[in-house]
């Protein structure tokens, strides 16, 4: 056991190995006897939670918690789902990674929140993360001793932005100059089919068929938008083939949008394409993306392509069912959704309503003098 102090700090600290870990805390007390009592303290606790009644794994730092929980669930979730656990935790390890499992209580977890909020983050970014805590905590026995006093930030829930006519214009032309050739594909498929922008990355040409006009996705965020088929309208259909003509030797295996570099000066230059890899996915079109956007004067997220051919859709007065399929919404996902998106479409509410009529709509309704009360 070592009791130390910080430099410009009066109070004492502890450091001792328990389980093959370094257990390093304050004792928040300026008294060296008391110091070391809480040492004593603390390490009997953990001897107690280690063979006693609790759990071994509850005597766990949460770095090595969190390192085992990830180990897990890697072997049933999506590499994806895996990178956005692994992100969520570059920010829960700073302040919890050197804290027991047992230690966390519902104070640091709200502390936790506002400091990210402090920070930038949004409460939905925020939520998620603490949804990555909940599941280590649980794990671990911990998370049903503070859930009761744990909230989830409030988030608005905004659909997005649907883009006017006049800003895809505007758009789809600043895309046609840009010196990445694949984004104004990537932003007319986006808009022509509502696919998610992962599973317009990663499409290969052996999911694309041209010749019966659809495309089937790959991977999907849900196990209804996995293997669905999306029909490929004459916008869609015309972009594919042009860009197949431009990868004359792509094979099944390839990626429709490859990595590739270009170059060139200025955003008005388009430049030559090199080190082409169709093997390869493009890893994200953000610059190009961006630059494309102040070009167009239009404030819209990638996401917001999808908002858009999902509102449009709907307006033109396509059943929620057919729409759902189309995007890919799991049923809870549809479900939420059709709040979402309930005041779209009102046309088609109306035509769906005066279906009902039936034959009554074609005579009179009869009508009866009021009879009065006696």
Not at 131 to 139: E, Q
Not at 219 to 248: C, E, H, M, Y
Not at 314 to 323: A, D, Q, R, T
Request: with cysteine; proline share 4%.
């Amino acid at each position: 056991m070592a009791l130390f102090r910080y430099k410009n700090s009066n109070n004492w600290w502890y450091e001792f190995q328990f389980a093959g870990q370094r257990i390093r805390e304050s004792t928040k007390t300026s008294s060296k006897r008391l110091a070391a009592d809480a040492e004593r303290v603390r390490r009997r606790q953990m001897e107690e939670g280690f063979n006693g009644v609790k759990k071994r794994d509850k005597a766990k730092l949460f770095i090595i918690a969190a390192e085992d929980w990830l180990t897990i669930k890697s072997l049933t979730l999506a590499t994806s789902s895996i990178r956005i656990e692994r992100h969520n935790l570059k920010h829960l390890l700073p302040r919890f990674g050197r804290q027991l499992v047992t230690d966390i209580e519902a104070s640091d977890v709200s502390a936790y929140q506002m400091a990210r909020l402090q920070a930038g983050a949004s409460p939905k970014t925020v939520n998620l993360e603490i949804g990555t805590l909940r599941a280590i905590l649980r794990r671990n026995r911990r998370w049903s001793e503070i859930q009761m006093d744990v909230r989830m930030l409030p988030t608005r829930d905004d659909i997005g932005h649907a883009l006017t006519l006049q800003e895809e214009e505007r758009l789809l032309a600043a895309c046609a100059v840009s010196r990445s050739r694949l984004l104004q594909p990537a932003v007319v498929l986006a808009l022509s089919s509502a696919m998610r922008y992962s599973e317009i990355r990663l499409l290969t040409w052996g999911q694309v068929d041209l010749n019966s006009a659809a495309l089937t996705v790959g991977k999907s965020k849900t196990a209804a938008g996995t293997d669905r088929v999306i029909p490929l309208n004459s916008r869609a259909l015309a972009t594919l083939n042009a860009l197949a003509v431009q990868f004359p030797d792509r094979c099944d295996k390839h990626y429709v949008f490859p990595t590739e570099k270009y170059g060139g000066f200025g955003d008005e230059f388009k430049a030559g394409f090199y080190d082409t890899d169709p093997t390869r996915p493009v890893g994200d079109w953000k610059e190009a993306w961006e630059a494309a956007k102040r070009r167009a004067k239009v404030t819209c997220r990638f996401h917001d392509l999808r908002h858009t051919a999902c509102t449009r859709m709907l307006e033109g007065g396509v059943p929620y069912p057919v729409v759902a399929s189309i995007m890919g919404w799991s049923a809870a996902t549809a479900i939420r959704m059709s709040k979402r998106y309930g005041h779209i479409g009102q046309n088609a509410h109306l035509l769906a309503v005066a279906c009902l009529e039936g034959p009554v709509a074609s005579r009179e309704i009869p009508t009866r003098e009021p009879v009065a009360l006696q």
